[in-house]
């Protein structure tokens, strides 16, 4: 194609000789694919289906390569592919031949094509004849056999410009049929422009670079916080064939809007810098550090002299926001935070200043709900597609993308057709071509609509393209020489065009959001998980003394507990938001009362002491312990009387023991409890209750007692003497005579001391005798 041009004299423009540059490594890729998947010598088929086909389809013709996608004057057209025999008979005297149709005007009409299945005769045209046919003998059922035609453009009978339907079809005689039939066709598309346009379709071509969350909510205890990845598959889409190392070594060849998640940024920069990474119950060290230094550098090299678009941290879904999610507190502040971070992100780690004023619902659909929560972080330009934003005038032609829709926003409206040209399956060189022959016979199909405006028309793909659809994306875009009938053009510009004013700016309802995209939407509980873990965070982080380093983690997973990424997958969203949550329980648990024993308290007053163990790296503070008694008639504490309160403040990895200065009236077993607060008075953890046994002697007993014991101890020295002087006389052989100081008893049986020296028993001021339990005690 490029060749052609010269051939005509024409000068090649700059971006053309860079898109030429590209060319050879684009192309090449799917026909190397195709060599690697079917082979030139004849195989079985394998995938012969249990009913047999009609006589029109019994053979399967795919269409491998197109060459050049676009020829120009002077060219030749090759073209590759494979055909198989799927009936039960075996085909004689078979003949691929070319069918080359009349220019097909409209888009509608390119649809028609695509659609239509099966040889219709005097639909389908006559084959090209001549020498331009490939024979084959015999193809046998089961059977795939390639082929390869190459004809002049000038062979091809093509007239003005526009789009050709083109068919490549096998044509023999079966043993149930001894006549030359078609038995097998598929048809594509040849654009065609052989004057130079003196205007050309704007186009916009976004390039996502996105991917699912992979980094947890935890860190390593060091003082950089070595993230910990839930596993290492982030790798494998950067490494050298991946996906993201593709999607980069790709779009740094093509005219191209990158749009971002500044998540994927933060994640592979957090793994070029060293992360940890999950496997089963243990963390192990990450070993693919290289790889994310290696693909950042490529990106940043890529993008240096580019366009680039950041969405809100980790690409939040703003329709299950708009419809789940908004009336729960908290959820709209969210997404605040996420474009907040957006820009910031970018900068520091790709040196460049993205344009952060896009929002990208997903599959472009939009409502009111949408469209207002979207606008409501900062962005003044939505970027929808025209299926949800469709058109309600009878326009004949495509409007250009950008439109008013009210209150001072943009809907960047990309073209459903093209935005959607690369979603299959992209894997088999057949599907990859037909792909992009469809799509490049759009863009100048749309371009030959009669208007006399210059449009500019935006493409919005699949958020994260497969390897072959990023491949697919290329050829496609690396055809689209800016010398033809398209230019390149930046999505900020697209979104500054003027307007058409016959286009729509509408914006659907609410009933009119696609049922399947609303099917996949998180549900209210998420938003409602979300809400109780930031609850709990914000709890924790009062009492911390470097709360950053619980914050941001935390921050970040509760961003990515609401990505697009997590359509289609709601028992993983469900197992995120839950190792969050529980990640965040275990650390608040690590600030804890250690459980205490019943207490045995002797005596009037005592301390009571109450510890508090601190497992974080990281210091508490603002935390105060209070202990309560439930019975502050028997055990008071402090002068409070029930309650009382000590400040808390302990370092990383260490306890402290909590002292209460507590005054004992009443004997017997007192209830307490213990409650850590934040200085709000906030609870903060579990309580923990244990019981004091109060069991106290007053003066006046231990006197008693006392008095008792010397009683005690000077009857027993008494009757020593006695029994001493007793043994004494007997030895004698007299009998003791009784002495007038010795103890007698009175007629009345009243007993008392005889001399002033014998000591008279002691039972305290009031007669009584030792103190029982629940009188006051004094120390």
């Not at 090209?128 to 089961?142: C, D, Q, R, T």
């Given at each position: 194609m490029a060749e052609a041009a010269d051939n005509q004299g024409i000068g090649p423009s700059p971006a053309r000789r860079w898109l030429r540059r590209a060319a050879a490594s684009i192309a090449g890729a799917p026909l190397v694919a195709a060599l690697l998947v079917g082979p030139a010598a004849p195989v079985a088929y394998a995938d012969v289906p249990a009913k047999a086909p009609s006589e029109s389809e019994a053979v399967k013709v795919s269409l491998n390569t197109v060459s050049p996608s676009a020829p120009a004057k002077g060219d030749t057209v090759t073209i590759a592919g494979?055909?198989?025999?799927?009936?039960?008979?075996?085909?004689?005297?078979?003949?691929?031949?070319?069918?080359?149709?009349?220019?097909?005007?409209?888009?509608?009409?390119?649809?028609?094509?695509?659609?239509?299945?099966?040889?219709?005769?005097?639909?389908?045209?006559?084959?090209?004849?001549?020498?331009?046919?490939?024979?084959?003998?015999?193809?046998?059922?089961?059977?795939?056999?390639?082929?390869?035609?190459?004809?002049?453009?000038?062979?091809?009978?093509?007239?003005?410009?526009?789009?050709?339907?083109?068919?490549?079809?096998?044509?023999?005689?079966?043993?149930?049929?001894?006549?030359?039939?078609?038995?097998?066709?598929?048809?594509?598309?040849?654009?065609?422009?052989?004057?130079?346009?003196?205007?050309?379709?704007?186009?916009?071509?976004?390039?996502?670079?996105?991917?699912?969350?992979?980094?947890?909510?935890?860190?390593?205890?060091?003082?950089?916080?070595?993230?910990?990845?839930?596993?290492?598959?982030?790798?494998?889409?950067?490494?050298?064939?991946?996906?993201?190392?593709?999607?980069?070594?790709?779009?740094?060849?093509?005219?191209?809007?990158?749009?971002?998640?500044?998540?994927?940024?933060?994640?592979?920069?957090?793994?070029?810098?060293?992360?940890?990474?999950?496997?089963?119950?243990?963390?192990?060290?990450?070993?693919?550090?290289?790889?994310?230094?290696?693909?950042?550098?490529?990106?940043?090299?890529?993008?240096?002299?580019?366009?680039?678009?950041?969405?809100?941290?980790?690409?939040?879904?703003?329709?299950?926001?708009?419809?789940?999610?908004?009336?729960?507190?908290?959820?709209?502040?969210?997404?605040?935070?996420?474009?907040?971070?957006?820009?910031?992100?970018?900068?520091?780690?790709?040196?460049?200043?993205?344009?952060?004023?896009?929002?990208?619902?997903?599959?472009?659909?939009?409502?009111?709900?949408?469209?207002?929560?979207?606008?409501?972080?900062?962005?003044?330009?939505?970027?929808?597609?025209?299926?949800?934003?469709?058109?309600?005038?009878?326009?004949?032609?495509?409007?250009?993308?950008?439109?008013?829709?009210?209150?001072?926003?943009?809907?960047?409206?990309?073209?459903?057709?093209?935005?959607?040209?690369?979603?299959?399956?992209?894997?088999?060189?057949?599907?990859?071509?037909?792909?992009?022959?469809?799509?490049?016979?759009?863009?100048?199909?749309?371009?030959?609509?009669?208007?006399?405006?210059?449009?500019?028309?935006?493409?919005?793909?699949?958020?994260?393209?497969?390897?072959?659809?990023?491949?697919?994306?290329?050829?496609?875009?690396?055809?689209?020489?800016d010398d033809r009938w398209t230019q390149p053009l930046g999505l900020v510009d697209a979104a500054e065009e003027k307007p058409d004013a016959d286009a729509t700016s509408a914006v659907p309802s609410s009933s009119r959001y696609p049922k399947k995209l609303r099917n996949q939407e998180l549900p209210t509980q998420a938003f409602q998980d979300i809400k109780s873990t930031q609850v709990s965070l914000n709890k924790f982080q009062v009492i911390l003394t470097q709360p950053e380093r619980v914050v941001t983690p935390f921050g970040n997973a509760v961003n990515r507990s609401v990505s697009t990424s997590w359509r289609g997958r709601p028992l993983e969203a469900q197992q995120y938001r839950d190792s969050v949550r529980t990640y965040l329980q275990s650390l608040v648990g690590e600030v804890q009362l250690i459980p205490k024993s019943d207490v045995t308290l002797s005596g009037r007053s005592a301390t009571i002491p109450v510890t508090v163990q601190n497992r974080l790296v990281q210091g508490v503070d603002n935390l105060v312990l209070r202990l309560k008694s439930d019975n502050a008639t028997r055990l008071r504490l402090n002068d409070d009387g029930a309650v009382a309160e000590q400040p808390v403040r302990i370092s990383g990895g260490h306890s402290q023991s909590v002292k209460f200065d507590a005054a004992a009236n009443v004997n017997g077993q007192v209830q307490m409890t213990a409650q850590l607060y934040t200085e709000d008075g906030t609870p903060y953890g579990e309580e923990m209750a244990f019981t004091v046994k109060v069991s106290e002697l007053t003066p006046t007993v231990l006197l008693v007692i006392a008095g008792g014991l010397l009683l005690l101890v000077l009857a027993g020295i008494r009757m020593y003497t006695q029994r001493k002087r007793a043994n004494a006389a007997d030895t004698d052989g007299n009998a003791p005579e009784t002495d007038e100081n010795d103890d007698v008893t009175d007629g009345n049986g009243d007993g008392g001391p005889e001399h002033p020296s014998d000591p008279a028993p002691d039972t305290g001021p009031d007669g009584r005798g030792a103190s029982g339990s629940g009188e006051k005690v004094e120390r």
């Open positions: 494979t055909v198989t025999n799927r009936g039960k008979a075996a085909i004689t005297d078979a003949r691929v031949d070319l069918r080359v149709g009349s220019r097909i005007t409209g888009r509608t009409s390119i649809d028609d094509v695509a659609k239509r299945s099966g040889y219709v005769p005097g639909v389908d045209p006559a084959p090209l004849g001549g020498k331009y046919v490939v024979k084959l003998p015999k193809l046998a059922s089961g059977i795939s056999q390639d082929f390869e035609l190459s004809v002049p453009v000038g062979k091809l009978g093509l007239g003005d410009d526009g789009v050709y339907p083109i068919g490549v079809s096998l044509s023999g005689q079966t043993s149930r049929a001894r006549y030359d039939q078609v038995l097998g066709i598929q048809r594509t598309f040849l654009p065609w422009q052989e004057d130079e346009r003196e205007s050309r379709t704007k186009i916009t071509y976004l390039w996502p670079l996105i991917a699912s969350a992979h980094v947890t909510a935890e860190t390593g205890t060091d003082d950089e916080q070595t993230p910990v990845f839930a596993d290492d598959a982030l790798a494998d889409e950067l490494a050298p064939g991946g996906r993201l190392e593709q999607m980069v070594s790709l779009g740094s060849r093509l005219p191209v809007t990158w749009v971002v998640d500044p998540d994927l940024l933060a994640s592979v920069d957090a793994m070029a810098r060293g992360y940890r990474v999950k496997s089963g119950d243990t963390i192990v060290a990450g070993k693919n550090q290289a790889v994310a230094k290696q693909w950042l550098a490529a990106l940043e090299a890529a993008v240096s002299d580019g366009e680039v678009v950041a969405l809100p941290f980790a690409d939040p879904d703003l329709a299950a926001i708009a419809h789940r999610g908004k009336n729960v507190s908290g959820t709209l502040s969210h997404l605040q935070t996420a474009t907040e971070m957006a820009e910031s992100t970018v900068q520091t780690i790709l040196h460049v200043k993205p344009s952060t004023d896009f929002a990208w619902p997903v599959d472009g659909a939009v409502d009111p709900a949408i469209v207002d929560v979207a606008t409501s972080a900062g962005a003044h330009n939505v970027i929808a597609r025209s299926d949800s934003l469709q058109e309600t005038s009878e326009l004949s032609y495509t409007p250009t993308a950008a439109r008013p829709i009210g209150g001072g926003t943009t809907a960047v409206v990309a073209d459903a057709r093209l935005s959607t040209a690369f979603e299959g399956d992209m894997s088999k060189a057949g599907s990859s071509t037909l792909a992009v022959q469809e799509f490049l016979a759009q863009t100048l199909a749309l371009t030959g609509q009669e208007t006399d405006a210059e449009r500019s028309i935006v493409v919005a793909p699949q958020r994260m393209p497969s390897v072959a659809q990023a491949h697919s994306m290329a050829r496609a875009l690396q055809a689209l020489d």
